[in-house]
Nanobody
Framework: QVQLVESGGGLVQPGGSLTLSCAAS????????MGWYRQTPGKQRELVAA???????YYADSVKERFTISSDNAKNTVYLQINSLKPEDTAVYFC???????????????WGQGTQVTVSA
């Protein structure tokens, strides 16, 4: 089992920035990638970004210009920096982990509890 703990969510004004963090622990040998999904009420969860241990990344087209995923492998931590926040970025953001062949084939296996990001004036 892999445990994932997110932090960094909150209320942000439109145009602002936010960085989400996620610390992984447990059976880390069973994963080689981490990613972030988001979900808004009534919609399916959407994969927004993923990163492998080797540093290759995937971004959803809708966030490519504003989201940056990074990791600190020594700390088993992944980050999601979100710039130029828009009201439509309001969602619960979930940290996830998996073992994948490549970032572009990322599908979550382990899930965190989620952190709320609200973009509002």
């Amino acid at each position: 089992q892999v445990q994932l703990v997110e932090s960094g969510g909150g209320l942000v004004q439109p145009g602002g920035s936010l960085t989400l963090s996620c610390a992984a622990s447990g059976s880390l040998f069973s994963i080689n990638a981490m990613g972030w999904y988001r979900q808004t009420p009534g919609k399916q969860r959407e994969l927004v970004a993923a990163i492998t241990l080797g540093g290759s990344t995937y971004y959803a087209d809708s966030v490519k210009e504003r989201f940056t995923i990074s990791s600190d492998n020594a700390k088993n931590t992944v980050y999601l920096q979100i710039n130029s926040l828009k009201p439509e970025d309001t969602a619960v953001y979930f940290c996830t982990a998996a073992k994948v062949l490549s970032a572009i084939y990322y599908r979550a296996f382990y899930w965190g509890q989620g952190t709320q990001v609200t973009v509002s004036a």
